[in-house]
């Protein structure tokens, strides 16, 4: 049975995405990128589309936003308006 994106595990891997931002302020990156480099390295592998569920709800948060061109979308932490 797949997570619910509003499960404790999808919760755990936006805490962690949001933690390498805080990290790494000027992290910006795709959302292949992300799963490779931005979740932490001693957990398994997650599915794109778990990352792009987690990505989603930050972006509904106003935590991040998603810049770059429709065909290489990027996303970073939310800039100041």
């Known amino acids: 049975m797949a997570e619910e994106p509003d ?3 999808h919760e755990q891997l936006c805490n962690e995405l949001l933690g390498y931002l805080q990290d790494h302020p000027n992290a910006m990156d795709t959302l292949e990128g992300i799963a490779g480099w931005w979740v932490p390295h001693h957990r398994v592998p997650v599915d794109l589309e ?3 569920q987690a990505l989603r709800t930050l972006e509904a948060r106003e ?3 998603r810049t770059g061109s429709p065909e290489r979308q990027l996303f970073r932490i939310r800039r100041a308006r």
Request: cysteine-free.
């Open 50 to 52: 778990r990352v792009a």
């Open 63 to 65: 935590l991040i936003e």
């Open 7 to 9: 499960g404790p595990e």
